[in-house]
């Protein structure tokens, strides 16, 4: 696979007020999520602690803050507007309310699946992460190797009461699972969020869902070079050359501008160029001009940078 943080070099600036030289940074693919399913108190007093406790998540998302409460399931989301900062707020929901979604991710597929899906449901945003509604509503829990992306979500399903949360192959957005003391179960996107309410907790291991149905962790990236144990294709520059841009252009989709992280390093610098090199034949670039802004953190009497 990709070194990820190759592709974490890609930054999303702040997105309001929109398009004006950058001058402030946020990291990519931020966005907060907490989800505590099945308490069994669900008093003001425990509605005023979960949104205290999402509030900790509150850097990874200054543009909104969304809590959706059904009984003792609550789920919580501080987002940062990438993808349509107008109407993506989140928790996102089906036609009638009765499948709620948080999401931290980045759904690069979704207009295709949002044409798959455009006779069938009535998206009600642009959020990139509405697709998961109708994945879910059409496949099951079966779809999540559907979504072309990184992210960590949580589904809560009003119907049967039932959730499902998952996240991205290699852990690309961070996830953490704890349990309460009262047998709820805590999601979250950084321990801080629940780590005071969970005698356990554990990292939410990359490449799989939760399931509440079937009440435990499967895998769903089941990749074939898993089994390998000695590659079975031998290395092709060419080939890595051309999965390496695709996978830096694909990353070029945002409504909001952006710029990079330079390290110092050759990693960040290659997806400098890259980005470079195909910033024009991208919608951003129609937005926000084929300019690339370039960021570096310097420390003083450091002579690196
Ligand atoms: N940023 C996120 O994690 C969620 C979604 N892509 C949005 O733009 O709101």
């Not at 009984?71 to 919580?76: P, T, Y």
């Not at 699946?113 to 455009?118: D, V």
């Not at 470079?276 to 690196?304: D, N, P, Q, Y």
Request: proline fraction near 6%.
């Amino acid at each position: 696979p990709l070194n990820t943080s190759i592709i974490h070099s890609l930054l999303l600036l702040q997105p309001h007020p929109p398009p004006k030289p950058a001058s402030s940074v946020a990291a990519s693919t931020m966005c907060g999520i907490l989800a505590v399913l099945g308490c069994a108190d669900w008093s003001q007093a425990k509605r005023a602690r979960v949104l205290s406790c999402s509030r900790r998540l509150k850097h990874r998302g200054p543009d909104w803050s969304g809590l959706f409460q059904c009984e003792g399931n609550f789920l919580a989301q501080q987002r940062l507007s990438v993808v349509s900062p107008l109407s993506g707020d989140q928790p996102l929901y089906n036609e009638d309310r009765t499948v709620v979604v948080v999401a931290n991710g980045e759904i690069y597929n979704h207009k295709k699946i949002r044409k798959q899906f455009a006779a069938k449901h009535t998206f009600t945003t642009g959020s990139d992460c509405e697709v998961i509604i109708p994945l879910y509503e059409e496949y099951g829990e079966n779809f999540v190797n559907m979504l072309d992306g990184v992210f960590s979500f949580v589904l809560y399903d009003t119907r049967n009461k039932t959730y499902m949360a998952a996240r991205d192959a290699v852990g690309v957005n961070p996830l953490y699972f704890g349990r309460g003391s009262d047998g709820s179960v805590w999601i979250a996107s950084e321990m801080k969020a629940l780590h005071e309410d969970c005698p356990k907790f554990e990292l939410f291991p990359p490449g799989n869902l939760y399931s509440s149905a079937a009440g435990g962790f499967r895998r769903w990236y089941n990749p074939q070079w898993f089994a390998e144990h000695v590659p079975a294709t031998a290395y092709q520059p060419l080939v890595l050359r051309e999965a390496f841009e695709k996978a830096v252009i694909k990353r070029l989709m945002t409504d909001v501008p952006f710029g990079v992280l330079l390290s110092g390093g050759l990693d960040s610098s290659l997806v400098a160029s890259v980005t470079k090199r195909h910033l024009i034949e991208t919608e951003a670039a129609k937005k926000f001009g084929t300019e690339l802004h370039s960021f570096v953190v310097g420390l003083e009497r450091a002579h690196l940078i």
